[in-house]
């Protein structure tokens, strides 16, 4: 089975499950996600994170438009949770993408803009 079917690889690699985020919500403290996963279940993340609008503005300022956003979250063994993000956007010539805050990601989420998430089993 692939990664993206949340078995592990065949070659023994992280297993990973990847989804879409279909629903977004923001409380007091932190970031609500629905994430519809690649076998149609629904997986409720919460992040200790509020998205920031005004920050992606000044990030996406200079691109025509913003492709998408992908986060990928790891659950470390020993230190909680381990993110990293990046947001694909056309720019004045080319596609590029570039690591942003997960506030900045969040706010492109909360925006509208799709985006995947890929979530991997912790690392031992």
């Known amino acids: 089975m692939a990664a993206e079917d949340g078995a592990a690889p065949e070659d023994g690699g992280t297993p990973g499950w990847l989804g879409r985020v279909t629903d977004l919500s923001v409380g007091d403290d932190r970031t609500q996600l629905s994430v519809r996963l ?14 920031d609008p005004a920050r992606a503005r000044r990030y996406t300022a200079g691109a025509r438009r913003i492709r998408g956003v992908h986060l990928r979250l790891r659950a470390a063994a020993s230190e909680g949770p381990d993110t990293a993000w990046l947001v694909v956007a056309v720019g004045r010539y080319r596609e590029q993408r570039r690591p942003v805050p997960l506030a900045v990601a969040l706010a492109l989420t909360e925006r509208g803009v799709p985006t995947q998430v890929r979530l991997e089993a912790p690392v031992s």
């Open 38 to 51: 690649s076998d149609g279940t629904v997986m409720e993340l919460a992040l200790p994170v509020r998205p």
